[in-house]
């Protein structure tokens, strides 16, 4: 019925997320992908990560990133577009209009991201468009027994969320919180990170239709899709989506 169905069920903890804002999604990469995609950037030339930041971003960031659209950034880029295109979860949780190609970032010892609100505008490369930015990804490609420090930290109107996931595993939230990356300690923390424009600007919506669409799930393992509360709910679903999606 919608893109939601037949996606996986999440135990209830992760369904009910971080917060109202975060949404943690396990295995966005299988572990095969995940090995692929760190051969293909071991092999890749790294640069300094201020060549994607805004003035502010420049002076609190020290990571290293591999070139937009560089054939390494391209192959593994096309890898995660597949695997996002196939994750229910993500496509609930962002309700994407376009995803830029997703880009690369390391930080080795002693570099970090101080707090920033990522840019709302963002060039769409190759389309001579742009796009506003709304849902940040950041896809974890580094187990975190292999580093210390590296959490990514996201503000929301409930105070910090401390966010450290195995490799393969994914966070998104509304590109309007403040976030910041800690000092690695030990290791090395490889991950990748896109931004999504959604069919719905609003983080408040957003989130609202995420958790009933996540209710709705949950609820159509007990009852059949036909049931009359199944069916007003995913109603308004729908119908709310339709008030709110602008293409
Ligand atoms: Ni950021």
Redesign the pocket.
Known sequence: MRKGAGCRALPLVQQRILDDMLATIPDVLTQEEVAHCRKVLEEATWVDGNVTSGEQ?ATAKRNLQIPEGSPAARETGEIILRALGRNGVFNSAALPLRVLPPMFNRYDMGMK?DA???GAIRAVPGAGIRMRADV?STLFLTPPEDYDGGELIIADTYGNHTVKLPAGHMVVYP?SSL???TEITRGARWSS?FWTQSMVRDDGRRTLLFELDMAIMEIRKQLSDENRAVVGLTSHYHNLLRRWAEM
């Open positions: 971003a991201f920033h609100v990522d940040s590109s976030h910041s990356v990170f």
